[in-house]
């Protein structure tokens, strides 16, 4: 069975750094395209950083150049160091692994950041 489990969150002040991990198993994490994402307060999931099989490694436009996503294939485990850390960033962060037509979820870590 496959299993994903997020950890890193905490609050933190603005300015302030957090990282993030997602550790899987029952599986090789190192065939999955693998997801960070977040959902705010009463916002919907929008999609954070991603990192394929391959090391390839995407953003979006928030978090680019704060945000590095990054696996190592030996742990089975994915991370987002997270920087400069803003109130906007405030939300449930969760990993998604995906291959083909499978797709798994962790169960979200929360990140709060406010002074």
């Known amino acids: 069975q496959v299993q994903l489990v997020e950890s890193g969150g905490g609050s933190v002040q603005p300015g302030g750094s957090l990282r993030l991990e997602c550790a899987a198993s029952g599986t090789r994490f190192s065939i999955y395209t693998v997801g960070w994402y977040r959902q705010p307060p009463g916002a919907q999931r929008e999609l954070v950083a991603t990192?394929?099989?391959?090391?390839?490694?995407d953003y979006a436009d928030s978090v680019k150049g704060r945000f590095t996503i990054s696996r190592d294939n030996g742990k089975n485990t994915v991370y987002l160091p997270m920087n400069s850390l803003k109130p906007d960033d405030t939300a449930v962060y969760y990993c998604?692994?995906?291959?083909?037509?499978?797709?798994?979820w962790g169960q979200g870590t929360q990140v709060t950041v406010s002074s």
């Open positions: 990192i394929t099989t391959d090391g390839s490694t």
């Open positions: 998604n692994g995906s291959r083909g037509i499978w797709s798994y």
